[in-house]
């Protein structure tokens, strides 16, 4: 079956074969190489949802989730909008060799000033983070990325990606917080 297809293709002249149209190539927001990401403001919620990433190497699971149930039971991040997007165990490696401890983990905040405010927070610095670190749960670096907005071609697949009632700008305030480092 393979040969005579094969022979068939070979013996139709290219001008006979059908052409698909050329597409054009689908847009992304992502900006360029090096260029910096589109201003968020800090103080308050514009409603412009970011991703806080959370990657590390985990040295204790259960006191990890020690501090994962303190957060729950914090009400912070039903407070603040935010949730997890993410399992932080992968379920599959598809390039490179991570370690067996690593973790990464996706919270959707609905604002940078909310990212902030659960950061920056009397709770979770006082309260929260020395369970993840007195003694050391693992090494984490955690960072914040503004989300992209939905691709064109994405439109009609799935859902906008939108919170459906607009954050409230007075919920990060109402938090209170400690002083954050200079930068």
């Known amino acids: 079956m393979r040969a005579a297809l094969l022979a068939l293709l ?3 002249p290219l001008a006979a074969q059908p052409v698909a149209a050329p597409t054009a190539a689908p847009t992304s927001p992502v900006a360029a190489p090096g260029s910096p990401p589109p201003p968020l403001d800090p103080t308050v919620c514009d409603n412009k949802p970011v991703i806080m990433l959370v990657r590390g190497l985990l040295k204790d699971r259960a006191r990890l989730a020690q501090y994962a149930a303190a957060i729950r039971a ?3 991040y039903p407070k603040l909008g935010a949730y997890y997007l993410n399992n932080p165990r992968s379920v599959a490696t598809f390039e490179g060799t991570p370690a067996d401890n690593d973790s990464v983990l996706m919270v959707r905040f609905p604002c940078f000033a909310h990212a902030r405010a659960f950061w ?3 709770l979770y610095q006082k309260q929260i983070i020395p369970v993840r670190q007195n003694p050391s749960a693992g090494d984490f670096t955690v960072t914040v990325y503004p989300e992209l907005p939905l691709p064109d ?5 799935v859902a ?3 919170y459906a009632a607009p954050a409230d700008p007075s919920v990060a305030a109402s938090i209170p917080r400690i002083p954050e480092p200079p930068k």
């Open 10 to 12: 070979l013996a139709t």
């Open 74 to 76: 914090s009400g912070l």
């Open 160 to 162: 906008d990606g939108a």
């Open 153 to 157: 071609y994405m439109k009609g697949r």
């Open 120 to 122: 920056y927070s009397e």
